[in-house]
């Protein structure tokens, strides 16, 4: 158990300096990232994540589970944004069978993906804040996050872990009165990130703790793969949503925030002007809900509805076989990436043409945004770090899978 | 959409722009190409990978600047056993290729592609922890998500699922 007692990997270089040991039991590490610094002084020298510790082999168990079986592991990666890895998955494998999804369903699917993209920014800006010292924001945050997860369990039952996308389109049609919900929740919502900014945007000490500390241009960004609002922090003007888009996003108008400073600060903006932007999204979605089925028509591949179980002896057959069997995929590979919150979430799934995928390899986002971590603190004060952690947004359940 | 059929021949794929760059390039470094579910996928020979990632890179028309992902899979028994996949993004074209090196299982070395991409480091570190792939010229090739001193390579397919008891 190498990592219960761990040999210092980083040697001091010089007598002045020292090594000093972050987490991974530290409340401003979000979750369990170790970080080894070499110290001199206050300025930090060099600097080494250490990641593994929430390592459960995700990628290994998906090539024992059937093509549906997968969706509930996707939603422990990143617990932040269960929708997001969904639909990740989800399109990976449509896109393998070459299955059409009805417009409802998109556009149900771009619905619950913004209103994900709120719940995961808010635990972002008030754990960020809180780090900082800003106490209060945290408070406000989880109030109005109460509200996304109270949606999410509306449709799907669960508070977190949803699994509400399906191979083929989505779960069940979402109850009476969601949508109204939804659209109440869009419009206070807007004077709530007004609140946010108040206590923060205009805050001096918040400014002095984050205006021109943890520095990237965007040629290191790009160079080491950072993506999402750390790229766009830095002057990237790129978002998938609006790129490369999937799941009918190309239907929709929204502005992507760019900042160019590529600090604390820039970071921080992007993310609050994509809360806005999401809520125009969602408002969007909500007044063009098309009408129609919510499931593709694929008898082999998606449930049957229960109704018809009761009195078609075909839906029986074909429900008996999808949950003893699975569905069989053509053989093939498809990469799949969407815009998640924290950046570019890309599924790679390789099947050999049986029920069980040969191979399901996720790109994590912040696996990628953490590798930036050392280029924005080298050079910095060492309280320059834990604000820096939190303007990347890791969730290292994303990062060691 | 419906599947078409993938599209193999190397002679039809010819005037794709990533391709026609390698072909450009180095004829011989290219081992074949697929054009399948709107995805295009370059077979490279093994020595090669960096050069040409760097000529992809540095193209003028169409620069693959970012690198989406590396991994890796196992195709056990079958040889070559490993395929290391590359998938690279231009930011400013919009457009994504896939790159593909085989390796064989007595000796899978491959070159890193940190001197390109610095952020190559972590994806690098990932395969030869879960893979035993190895790559040459990497500044830091050790375990990232397995403990040190762990036997095996999890993600190979003759690694049992629950694990060796």
Redesign the interface.
Known sequence: ???LNPTPVLEPGQDRTMILNMGPQHPSTHGVLRVLLEIDGETVVRMMPD??FL?T?I???C??KFYQQVVPLTDRIDYLCPMTNNLCYVLAVE????L?IPPKAQWLRVLLNELTRINSHLVWLGTHAMDIGALTVFLYCFREREEVLNLFEMVSGQRMMTSYFRVGGIALEPPLGFFDRVRNFAGYFPSKIDEYENLLTGNPIWTMRTKGVARMTAEDA?????SGPTLRGSG?D?DLRR??PYSSYEKFQFKVPVSQEGDVFARYMCRVQELRESTVIVRQALDGMPEGPIKADAPGIVLPDREKMKTQMEALIYHFKIITEGFAV?P????Q?VESPRG?M?Y?V?SDGTAKP??V?M?AAC??N??TLPKMCEGRLLADVVAAIGSIDIVLGEI?? | MPLVPAINDLEQLKNHPAVARLLGWNADAVTGAKFDRDEMTIYVDQGCIREACLTLKEDPGCPFNFLSDITCVDWYPGEPRFEVIYHLLSIPQKERVRLKVRLNSDNPVVESLTPVWPGANYFEREIFDLFGVRFAGHPYLRRILMPEDWEGHPLRKDYPVEGYR
Do not use: N
Request: avoid cysteine; aromatic fraction near 8%.
């Open positions: 158990m190498a990592h990641i593994g390592h082999g990628e290994k168990t090539e024992a896109k393998l069978l070459g059409e790009i160079a080491l793969g950072a990237v790129f790129d490369i053509p093939g590979e498809v990469y990436a570019e890309g790679y390789v040969y191979r390899h790109r696996l990628a953490l590798q060691d899978r």
